[in-house]
């Protein structure tokens, strides 16, 4: 029994003496998976564990660029995404969160801060006024200003 059929069959006793007799925890599938990935996406926390214990890396990804934890996450796994969260990256995190719904706290990964939407709107219109004022087009400049103008006046307000 291979590894990849240990972990496809959860058999977390044969995954443990596969691994201890020195069986590669990161070997790839034809779709380019680990164990680990397969792992996750089946919701095995004990076997994340293990595989993770073992050295199995949870940064690779597959031929479809999906890591572990955005394998656990796309499949609702949030005890396993927890678990692979703190190695992924911040990109994948961020997949993570948005795949889990994370607002609801129910699986309790860590949160971004929103942005104030008129922050954003703020550095959106600056950013176009200065490339438009680069190549030329001062109306975008004036549409900035008047938006400062605006600013200011409903604050006195």
Partial sequence: MSLFDAVTAGDLA???????????????DSEGRTPLMVAAENGHEA??????????????TDRMSESALIKAAAHGHGRVAALLYPHASEEDQAMARTLL???????????????????????????????????GDNSPTERLERLHRAEKNSKKS
Avoid: C, M
């Avoid at 076997?47 to 690779?60: F, M, N, Q, S, W």
């Avoid at 994370?102 to 006024?129: H, M, W, Y």
């Fill in 101 to 135: 719904q994370v607002g609801t706290d129910f699986f309790k990964l860590p949160r971004e801060q929103p942005q104030p939407p008129d922050d954003f709107r703020r550095k959106l219109a600056s950013a176009g006024a200065y490339i438009a004022g680069k190549l």
């Fill in 47 to 60: 076997l994340v564990r293990t595989l993770l214990a073992a050295g199995a890396d949870p940064i690779l």
């Fill in 14 to 28: 044969r995954v443990e003496a596969l691994l201890s007799s020195g069986a590669d925890p990161n070997p790839f």
